[in-house]
C-alpha cells in the first residue's frame, strides 16, 4: 500500500481565534500538498519523490513558515532549514540557514545527491544552489507583512517565538511529509523558517538527522515544534529505537516520545509517521497541529484540530 502524510506545523491553535475563510485557505492547501505528492505516489514516482513534493507545495504557500512566508530573524533576515531522508538506503541531505533559494527542500536533496556531505550551512548551501540552477529569489519574495508585525512584537517582548506563539493568526508553521511507496520505500522531508526573532544563526531541530528527520526501513517521521527539545530527545530517531530494540508498533512508538518524553519537559510539537506497512500516525501534545493525510485508494483527509 502507498500512502503519503503531511503536516503544517503545530502549536495553540484555537478554534475561536481562527476565521471560517482563514480555515478553508489552510484546508485547500494542505489538501493541494497532500495530492500533489499522492499523484506522484499512484503514478509509481518514489516515496522521496513524493515527499520533496508535497513539501515543495507548501514551501511556495506563504500560509506556511517555509519558503516563502518564513519568518524573521532578529537581524530582519529569513533564514531556512530542510531535509530529507531515504529510508531504504538511509541516505540523507539538509541545508540550514539557506537566504535566497525558493525550494530549501530542493537544495537539501542536492547535498545528498551531489555531495559527499549531509549538512550544508549558509552561505554554502546557498551557492551549492546557484551552482546547479536551483531558483533563486531575492529578499523580497519571502516578505509577508504578518510575518514582519510577527518580528516587531517579538523584538518588543525581547524574545524568540515559536510561529504559532502570540498572535493565534500567526500559526504557519514547520512543514512536513512521509510516505511509503508502491515498491515499499519509506522517505521523510521537512522545512522550516525556524523561530522568530531567532539571533546568532539559531538551528533548530529540522536539518538534524535524527532529530526533526528520520527515515530507514521501518519507519519515516517529521517532527515540528519547539526544535530544542526535538533536539535534546533526538526525537525521530528515538521512535525508530523505540521500534527496532522494543518491537513496539508505530503508534505506540510514537505516543510515547510525544506524550511521555517530550510533553512533561514542555517539548511542545507532535509529528508525522509511516511505517513499512503504510500505517500512519499523526501525534501532537499541543492544541492543535495542521496535518493531513491519504492512502492508496482513498481521498485525502486534513484536520487542525484535535478530534
Not at 59 to 67: I, K, S, V, Y
Not at 69 to 90: C, I, K, P, Q
Not at 172 to 201: E, F, I, P, W
Not at 230 to 248: N, P, Q, S, T
Amino acid at each position: 500500500m502507498f500512502a503519503l502524510a503531511i503536516h503544517g506545523g503545530a502549536g495553540t491553535i484555537a478554534r475561536a481565534s481562527l476565521s471560517p475563510d482563514a480555515e478553508r485557505e489552510y484546508r485547500a492547501a494542505l489538501e493541494t500538498a497532500l495530492n500533489t505528492g499522492y499523484d506522484l505516489l499512484a503514478q509509481g514516482a518514489a516515496a522521496l519523490d513524493a515527499v520533496e513534493a508535497a513539501v515543495r507545495s507548501l514551501e511556495d504557500c506563504p500560509l506556511f513558515n517555509a519558503g516563502r512566508g518564513a519568518v524573521f530573524t532578529h537581524d530582519g533576515h529569513h533564514e531556512m532549514d530542510a531535509a530529507l531522508m531515504s529510508g531504504h538506503n538511509r541516505l540523507a541531505g539538509a541545508v540550514a540557514g539557506v537566504r535566497q533559494v525558493q525550494n530549501p527542500i530542493r537544495a537539501a536533496r542536492l547535498v545528498m545527491e551531489k555531495t559527499e556531505h549531509v549538512l550544508l550551512g549558509f552561505p554554502g548551501a546557498d551557492e551549492l544552489a546557484r551552482e546547479y540552477g536551483l531558483p533563486l529569489q531575492p529578499v523580497e519574495y519571502f516578505f509577508t507583512q504578518h510575518r514582519y508585525n510577527q518580528l516587531q512584537d517579538a523584538l518588543k517582548a525581547g524574545k524568540m517565538q515559536l510561529d504559532h506563539a502570540a498572535d493565534p493568526n500567526w500559526k504557519k508553521g514547520t512543514v512536513g511529509a512521509v510516505a511509503r511507496d508502491q515498491h515499499g520505500n519509506l522517505a521523510a522531508a521537512t522545512s522550516t523558517g525556524g523561530m522568530t526573532n531567532k539571533r546568532y544563526s539559531r538551528i533548530g531541530d529540522t536539518p538534524l538527522i535524527g532529530a526533526g528527520t528520520w527515515a530507514d526501513e521501518r519507519c519515516a517521521i517529521s517532527c515540528t515544534g519547539n526544535g530544542e527539545y526535538f533536539i535534546r530527545a533526538v526525537a525521530a530517531y528515538d521512535i525508530a529505537c523505540l521500534m527496532e530494540y522494543k518491537g513496539l508498533p508505530l503508534e505506540e512508538a510514537c505516543r510515547i516520545v510525544v506524550q511521555d518524553k517530550l510533553a512533561p519537559v514542555g517539548g511542545e510539537g507532535g509529528l508525522i509517521a509511516i511505517d513499512a506497512a503504510g500505517n500512519i500516525t499523526l501525534p501532537f501534545n499541543s492544541e492543535g497541529m495542521y496535518r493531513g493525510s491519504r492512502t492508496e485508494g482513498g481521498a485525502a483527509w486534513v484536520a487542525i484540530y484535535k478530534e
